[in-house]
């Protein structure tokens, strides 16, 4: 059953250190998301993607926060400059028709 | 903006004990609505999507049920592999995202 993937499982940064969070959407999907959640908190959109550019995002996902689909098959999301709140699970998303699709998500660790 | 309230928080209950979760919601337009199961530390894994008032969605022991105000995840016969948390969720027919309610955490015993 195709699923989406996400990598690392884990990361620990230091603050004001730059993270790459990567993802493997499935593969005939087109719409392609981050969200990320906080321990204890509910489920928070960040960022949508669709034919090679935002289509939508948060208050959250300000100037530190960058998306790219570098190539075919892997979408990524950028933090600049790490703070400790940025500490969360983030998860990707993929759209085909309705449902989407959640990868099992990367913990985000900021020391 | 788009509201989702759950409750409980929280639901213990016995193998077999029936019950449901309640998914309240606000929205200007409804694109769908959508339950997901979400294990501890792991990513949402996609249960239903409802689209009006009156629909009805079944997989085996889970059925959820859709008003205009609010959606019901019902729980027929639990076993304790169901425990999990249940979340609900939204889309707006304006936009590209959904928003999540806080989740029941159901906890069944055997």
């Known amino acids: 059953e195709p699923e989406v993937t996400q990598t690392p499982s884990h990361q620990v940064t230091q603050m004001g250190q730059e993270v790459i969070l990567r993802c493997v959407p499935i593969?005939?999907?087109?719409?392609f998301y981050w969200y990320r959640q906080i321990l204890g908190q509910k489920v928070e959109f960040l960022v949508s993607?669709?034919?090679?550019?935002?289509?939508?995002k948060s208050e959250i996902f300000d100037d530190q926060f960058s998306v790219e689909r570098p190539d075919g098959s892997n979408f990524t999301l950028k933090i600049r400059s790490t703070k400790l709140e940025d500490s969360a699970m983030y998860f990707c998303?993929?759209?085909?028709?309705?449902?989407?699709?959640f990868g099992q998500g990367t913990r985000l660790t900021v020391v | 903006e788009d509201q989702v309230t759950q409750s409980p928080e929280a639901l213990r209950l016995q193998e077999g004990e029936s019950s449901s979760l309640n998914c309240s919601y606000t929205?200007?337009?409804?694109?769908?609505l959508f339950w997901y199961r979400q294990d501890p530390g792991k990513g949402p894994e996609f249960l239903f999507t409802?689209?009006?008032a009156g629909e009805e969605k079944e997989k085996e022991r889970l059925k959820a049920t859709l008003t205009k105000k609010e959606s019901f995840l019902h729980i027929t016969a639990p076993k304790p592999e169901d425990s999990a948390t249940y979340l609900c969720?939204?889309?707006?027919?304006?936009?590209?995202?959904?928003?999540f309610g806080t989740g029941t955490r159901l906890l069944v015993s055997p």
């Open positions: 993607f669709y034919n090679n550019e935002i289509s939508e």
């Open positions: 409802l689209y009006s």
């Open positions: 998303a993929s759209t085909g028709e309705v449902e989407a699709f």
């Open positions: 969720a939204v889309e707006n027919t304006g936009f590209q995202k959904l928003v």
């Open positions: 593969s005939n999907h087109l719409y």
């Open positions: 929205v200007s337009g409804l694109r769908g």
